[in-house]
């Protein structure tokens, strides 16, 4: 794992998104721009949030104890979680603010030094958006995806609003001018509606992985591979059990040995274990495994949980 990648990638995004969100907030509040102050709230929002994944990529680095004897990966679908259902909130506040400034008339704003903002900030969100991008192709992080997947937000952000303020500029001096007030929240109205899928899908992503949702491409996997390994060594049949929780895949696998097989000596079933450990490695990187062998049909399944 690249954690001390991961790390730096998140501390270089907390300090541009801060120095983004505190210029934007200042030049928004001056213009009297409501997307501008739109687009640096959710980058001050973003800075809060890079925040909390920093500290739980620390954490991710630390070995369980009694307390977390499993680890600390499941905090990560939870920040993403957090994350996007923050984003969500942003999405919808946009949104009806955006409808309530139409129908009150629009906002004027000073287009000439609004416009300044907009290239600048588009440059440096993108620049950001294209070194995340890169870092999560190597690092393939999820705390990364979700970071990359929020610095194109805010440059989408950023660009749409820059053309709509270019339209404004256009307008000025046409037939066409009543409707430079309502660019502004109109603007901001589209974006909220376009983007809020983004943290919709993050949601649903982490919340699968929260509640333990088997993911049905790993299950796939697990029962194909076992399925090889029970006709290879004449088993009679497997249960398995698969769950996500942040970078960590959690596999369950019990095998019923025929009555013949009772007496088989550990070092066979080790090197059986080695084996479906080595298929799965190929699929995904950080595996927690339990294999157990039985000749007793009940050890197959969980008598509390499956009657």
């Known amino acids: 794992m690249y954690i001390k990648r991961e790390q730096k990638v998140l501390r270089i995004s907390l300090i541009a998104i801060f120095i983004i969100a505190v210029f934007g907030i200042t030049y928004g509040v001056y213009i009297n721009s409501e997307a501008i102050v739109f687009d640096s ?3 001050f929002l973003t800075a809060v949030m890079t ?12 070995r369980g104890n009694n307390k977390y004897q499993y680890g600390f990966s499941h905090f990560e679908p939870v920040v993403n979680a957090t994350n996007g259902f923050m984003m969500l909130i942003i999405c919808i506040y946009a949104f009806v603010n955006g409808v309530k400034s139409i129908l009150d008339g629009g906002n004027n704003i000073d287009i000439d030094v609004a416009i300044y903002y907009t290239i600048i900030t ?3 969100s993108l620049a950001m958006y294209f070194y995340v991008k ?3 192709k190597i690092i393939k992080s999820d705390i990364i995806h979700v970071e990359m ?3 194109l937000i805010a440059s989408l952000l950023t660009i749409a609003i820059f053309i709509g303020f270019s339209i404004a500029l256009i307008a000025r001096h046409t037939e066409v001018a009543f409707i430079i007030p309502y660019i502004d929240p109109v603007v901001v109205s589209i974006l909220a509606v376009v983007l809020v899928f983004t943290p919709i899908k993050i949601i649903i ?3 699968r992985e929260i509640f333990y949702i088997a993911p049905s491409k790993l299950d796939k996997i697990v029962k ?3 399925n090889q390994v029970i006709k290879k060594h004449e088993f009679e049949k497997f249960t398995s059990y698969v769950a996500k929780s942040g970078r960590v895949s959690f596999i369950e696998i019990h095998v019923l040995v025929p009555e013949e097989t009772r007496n088989t000596k550990p070092k066979y079933m080790d090197k059986i274990r080695d084996e479906i450990v080595e298929e799965l490695n190929e699929y995904e990187e950080k595996l927690w495994i339990s294999i157990c062998f039985t000749s007793d049909p009940n050890w197959l399944v969980h008598p509390k949980f499956n009657e």
């Open 41 to 43: 709230f959710f980058s």
């Open 205 to 207: 992503t982490s919340l």
């Open 149 to 151: 997947k929020e610095w």
């Open 122 to 124: 588009s440059i440096a």
């Open 134 to 136: 890169r870092e999560s």
């Open 224 to 226: 194909s591979k076992m």
């Open 51 to 62: 925040g909390l994944s920093l500290y739980v990529s620390k954490l991710l680095t630390k």
